[in-house]
């Protein structure tokens, strides 16, 4: 499976984005969707994932109540709607899939090239 993200940009504090990961090729092929982001000199961290099938979600506790995860099977793709964002998340924002119910980066295989996502006044 191929990933793309899109819907990164530079936003004020308090703003909103809507990132999106369109997945194509062996689309049968993922169960589960994950967002990570790595802010400058910091490692890659969790952030949300979704079950494809049953849509359940869970979030990193830095996001919980301003972030968003869903899905569109019929699309083929998976949103991160960030609201309220603040400086601190800023960072370059990457869609993963798994086959495995975990936020353990390593037991995601395919990964998209990342989206930047800036937060500044």
């Known amino acids: 499976v191929q990933l793309v993200e899109s819907g990164g940009g530079s936003v004020q504090p308090g703003g909103s984005l809507r990132l999106s990961c369109a997945a194509s090729?062996?689309?049968?092929?993922?169960?589960?969707m994950g967002w990570f982001r790595q802010a400058p000199g910091k490692e890659r961290e969790f952030v949300a994932r979704i079950a494809r099938s049953s849509g359940t979600t869970h979030y990193a506790d830095s996001i919980k109540g301003r972030f968003t995860i869903s899905r569109d099977n019929a699309q083929n793709t998976v949103y991160l709607q960030m609201n309220s964002l603040k400086p601190e998340d800023t960072g370059v924002y990457y869609c993963?899939?798994?086959?495995?119910?975990?936020?353990?980066?390593?037991?995601?295989?395919?990964w998209g090239q990342g989206t930047q996502v800036t937060v500044s006044s």
């Open positions: 090729g062996r689309t049968d092929s993922w169960y589960y």
């Open positions: 993963a899939t798994s086959a495995a119910w975990t936020a353990r980066e390593i037991r995601y295989d395919a």
